[in-house]
């Protein structure tokens, strides 16, 4: 008991100051490969901070894998890439148990064999193009860090980060992601096209004979460190409880709530939300170089926390309005 450390220990000064920099380096690291979408990498790295997990959306060609494994260059961690197809099995993801014969003895017996999943970032590729079964092997895993086969659990190393993709344009043959694996992704985050220079610049670097070498920026246990410092900065009442009135303000027919929530959301955000909310806000203000999160920290999150957690109803659809409208309604009928 007398080594274990506390809230102070884990929040020094050092640490602190320590990782904004850190982060630096490793945008830098990852621009060398990955032009532009530099919000979409520092959304990437506050989920990475508050462990969370992402789902990324956006059209192919995007460089949506390549920037996941930059990011693992960068890191130096153990990397993985699932491509998810309508059959693909649970096994596949988690592992299967094999049988073995001992040349010594010539007995038989069984071993599992870990699968993908076990590695520290795992690139879940067209994660909606396999059936709920296979989607659901990676509730556990995402949700407790943790894998269970045939009666035996198995941790996951950490850190243990799941980043999942999907192509917005493509629905023929995919399987929308169930409520409670889309509540398992912390941030939604929707990947844009390059701007004329930005794509310029993609379109001269990808086609010349030399490829930037990626450094490592940050180590295992720096990492580790930064997501503990993350979870232990103190955050105010008044910050608290307008992330929680944020989330209350998406449910429909409920005291308080707005006539146009009432009139175009089927169903609301649950309190995971806020907990996001507050965790991202967290390490939004650690890599800005602050002890302590501002309601300002939660508004840049709110879209990103809240678009996959919200169902719009016909009516919405029917007058043109998306869930992005919504929250930015919300946003503006929320008092801070």
Request: charged share 20%; proline share 6%.
């Given at each position: ?55 990324l ?41 094999i049988?073995e ?67 917005p344009?493509?629905?023929?043959g ?6 409670a ?86 169903y ?29 920290d ?39």
């Amino acid at each position: 008991m007398g080594n274990e450390q506390t809230p102070a220990d884990i929040i020094s000064p050092a640490l602190a100051e320590s990782l904004p920099p850190a982060c630096k380096r490793l945008e830098d690291e990852i621009s060398k490969i990955i032009v532009g979408q530099k919000d979409i990498v520092r959304n990437i790295l506050v989920c990475l901070l508050a462990q969370g997990h992402v789902l990324l959306i956006g059209v192919p060609g995007l460089a949506k894998t390549l920037l996941i494994r930059t990011l693992a260059n960068a890191l130096n961690l153990n990397f993985t890439r699932i491509q998810f197809t309508p059959d693909l099995m649970p096994g596949d993801i988690t592992g299967t148990e094999i049988i073995e014969e001992d040349k010594r003895t010539g007995g038989r017996a069984f071993r599992f064999v870990k699968g993908p999943i076990f590695a520290n970032i795992v690139l879940a590729d067209e994660i909606n193009r396999t059936p709920p079964k296979t989607q659901a092997a990676l509730l556990e895993a995402m949700q407790e860090h943790r894998v269970t086969a045939s009666g035996n659990t198995f941790a996951l190393e950490e850190p243990f980060f799941v980043l999942a993709t999907q192509n917005p344009i493509e629905q023929e043959g995919t399987y929308p992601l169930p409520e409670a694996q889309l509540d398992r992704f912390m941030l939604n985050l929707w990947l844009d096209y390059p701007s004329f220079d930005q794509e310029v610049e993609v379109v001269r670097s990808t086609t010349a004979g030399q490829t930037a070498v990626v450094e490592a920026a940050m180590s295992q246990t720096e990492l580790l460190n930064y997501q503990a410092l993350v979870r232990h900065l103190p955050v105010a009442n008044n910050v608290i409880e307008y992330a929680v009135r944020l989330t209350a303000h998406t449910r429909p027919h409920r005291e308080g709530t707005p006539d146009f929530v009432n009139e175009y959301i089927a169903y609301g955000a649950g309190p995971r939300a806020s907990q996001y909310l507050i965790l991202g806000a967290k390490a939004l203000a650690a890599i800005d170089g602050r002890f302590t999160p501002l309601i300002s920290d939660v508004q840049a999150l709110a879209t990103a926390v809240l678009r996959h957690r919200i169902i719009a109803n016909f009516n919405a659809e029917a007058d043109g309005i998306t869930v992005t409208d919504l929250i930015r309604r919300i946003l503006d009928t929320v008092t801070a």
